[in-house]
């Protein structure tokens, strides 16, 4: 017997999958849980755009409605300034879809084939090295809302597996970690049971450093630029700030 999807996935399947939180829910899935549970309205999703609105209209036999949170925008992919960028990993933790790569202490880059346009990498970094940039002139349409989407949400729930598997190895290891140090084992033993549980995106040792060579995307990072970096930042926002 062919039993049908719930009423939460049915309304997550129309909705564009940036998890950009701007209807007030921390992904896509949630959101569609809530208007499922008559916990929040059909119009909070500006990145579905107007015929976001009226499919949820329609699969909801409700009547359609204007948005309420802004405007629906034209696509929108992040841009890193490369020259900028000190290689936090801020935006890599904050990217819903895993389309930024780069390593600690390293220039990142953007996948623009990847990237919704969610916005989420901005706030986080440090020295305002992230740009948001248009990529077509009007809003996709809904046939192209949604085959991004198809994307975006395979991206995020890949990267979801991801993290779920890191933060079962993080709790593993210090559990281990703790028993050791419980039973009196050196603390070294103690370490070396929970660095395999370190995120990936861990600055590399002094020897890696001298070994890997700097090509595209893995240019070394070092204090200077680091300093000089963050001053550019400093001065754009204080720009940006008093418009001058």
Do not use: W
């Not at 305002?128 to 809904?142: E, K, T, Y």
């Amino acid at each position: 017997m062919n039993v049908l999807p719930s009423l939460a996935v049915r309304i997550d399947a129309a909705l564009p999958q940036t998890q950009c939180t701007r209807c007030g829910y921390p992904t896509c899935r949630a959101y569609a849980q809530a208007i499922a549970d008559g916990e929040a309205d059909i119009d909070r999703c500006p990145p579905g755009g107007e015929a976001g609105v009226a499919a949820l209209a329609g699969l909801l036999g409700r009547a359609p409605k204007a948005l309420n949170r802004g405007v629906e925008p034209a696509p929108l992919v992040a841009l890193i300034d490369e020259d900028v960028c000190i290689g936090c990993t801020k935006c890599i933790q904050a990217c819903p879809v895993d389309a930024i790569v780069g390593a600690a202490k390293r220039m990142h880059t953007v996948i623009t084939d990847e990237c919704t346009g969610c916005e989420l990498c901005l706030p986080p970094c440090p020295v305002d090295c992230i740009a948001l940039a248009p990529v077509a002139a009007r809003p996709l349409s809904r046939a192209g809302v949604l085959e991004r989407a198809a994307a975006a949400r395979e991206r995020f729930d890949a990267r979801k597996v991801r993290m779920d598997r890191t933060g079962a190895r993080n709790t593993v290891g210090a559990a281990e970690a703790a028993m050791f140090s419980s039973q009196g084992d050196d603390a070294a033993a103690a370490k070396s049971i929970a660095a395999p549980a370190a995120p990936t995106t861990a600055a590399p040792t002094h020897a890696a450093r001298e070994a890997a060579p700097a090509t595209a995307g893995q240019r070394p990072i070092d204090r200077a630029a680091v300093l000089a970096a963050i001053a550019r930042g400093k001065a754009r926002r204080a720009k940006d700030t008093h418009g001058s």
